[in-house]
């Protein structure tokens, strides 16, 4: 089942749009757990993490999301604390939102989701970038995937202390 009807923020921005990339994972913690995790995640603690964003040109000294705020030229658009937060990669001709949802389903167990959408604002640019996005699709999934796989395993050795 997936939550993405829930993602206020999400569907505040960008409603309509021509791609998107979704991947959600069920975490044996709380929400308010999770949001914080996933917003001070290092994900240099994955080596195929690490090795595709170096492949794709990104930076990868700083592998956090206030890395990515600083160094790729993200924003951090607007967060529902606790809830879900939302970040701007658009570029020209391109807008591009990705965001991370935390939905309690018990006391100590949350559906984390990530889902990234893409707009493109003309025919050409649609055209461009669906070559683009069909080479790097299968590699961004993986890198959402590899995502959750941290903020679960982070959490729980959080939990452990």
Not at 31 to 43: Q, S, Y
Not at 105 to 111: A, D, H, Q, V
Not at 142 to 151: C, N, S, V
């Amino acid at each position: 089942m997936q939550f993405h009807l829930n993602k206020m923020l999400l569907n505040k921005y960008i409603p309509q749009y021509n791609y998107h990339e979704y991947h959600q994972a069920t975490i044996n913690a709380t929400a308010k757990e999770c949001f914080l995790t996933a917003k001070n995640l290092d994900m240099s603690k994955s080596w195929i993490t690490k090795t595709l964003m170096k492949l794709r040109g990104l930076p990868t000294n700083e592998l956090t999301l206030p890395g990515f705020l600083n160094k790729v030229c993200f924003t951090l658009l607007e967060e529902d604390l606790y809830t879900e937060f939302l970040i701007d990669a658009s570029q020209p001709g391109l807008k591009i939102y990705w965001n991370f949802y935390f939905q309690p389903l018990s006391p100590n167990e949350t559906m984390v989701s990530t889902e990234t959408r893409i707009l493109c604002l003309s025919n050409k640019i649609k055209r461009r970038f669906s070559v683009y996005w069909f080479f790097v699709r299968p590699f961004s999934g993986f890198i959402r995937l590899e995502i959750l796989r941290l903020i679960k395993k982070t959490t729980a050795a959080d939990r452990n202390f």
